[in-house]
């Protein structure tokens, strides 16, 4: 059974930065392509970044390029979101998500991923 499970969340001023992390158990990371989604009140879920499995491919959203960055260490079963300059309107809940059939590339449609985390709160105050 594959788990995701996310830490990292908290409430930061703007300007400020946070780093996510999501751990992968039941399987290696190793092959599955990685995403992060972030879901604030009265939105529709939406994607933030995503990584290739062997990370060399990554998306951004247009609102968060530059600011924020993925990562990940298959030797630690481990997916981040560095997440830079923030601001008020990245307050969101945010998703890590793993899709273990995917080819080489990112992946940016929610539908195609199997598995999510739980969510990590995320509150930018002004």
Same mark, same amino acid.
């Given at each position: 059974?594959?788990?995701?499970?996310? =830490? %990292?969340?908290?409430?930061?001023? $703007? %300007?400020?930065?946070?780093?996510? =992390?999501?751990?992968?158990?039941?399987?290696?990371? =190793?092959?599955?392509?990685?995403?992060?989604?972030?879901?604030?009140?009265?939105?529709?879920? *939406?994607?933030? $970044? $995503? +990584?290739?499995?062997? %990370?060399?491919?990554?998306?951004?959203? !247009?609102?968060?390029?530059?600011?924020?960055?993925?990562?990940?260490? #298959?030797?630690?079963?481990?997916?981040?979101?560095?997440? #830079? =300059?923030?601001?008020? *309107?990245?307050?969101?809940? &945010?998703?890590?998500?793993?899709?273990?059939?995917?080819? $080489?590339?990112?992946? +940016?449609? !929610?539908? *195609? &991923? !199997? &598995?999510? %985390?739980?969510?990590?709160?995320?509150?930018?105050?002004?």
């Amino acid at each position: 059974q594959v788990h995701l499970v996310e =830490s %990292g969340g908290g409430l930061v001023q $703007a %300007g400020g930065s946070l780093r996510l =992390s999501c751990g992968l158990s039941g399987r290696t990371i =190793s092959g599955v392509a990685m995403g992060w989604f972030r879901q604030a009140p009265g939105r529709e879920r *939406e994607i933030v $970044a $995503a +990584i290739s499995w062997r %990370g060399v491919y990554t998306y951004y959203a !247009d609102s968060v390029k530059g600011r924020f960055t993925i990562t990940r260490d #298959n030797a630690k079963n481990t997916v981040y979101l560095q997440m #830079n =300059s923030l601001k008020p *309107e990245d307050t969101a809940v &945010y998703y890590c998500a793993a899709d273990p059939s995917a080819g $080489a590339g990112a992946v +940016i449609d !929610d539908r *195609e &991923y !199997d &598995y999510w %985390g739980q969510g990590t709160q995320v509150t930018v105050s002004s």
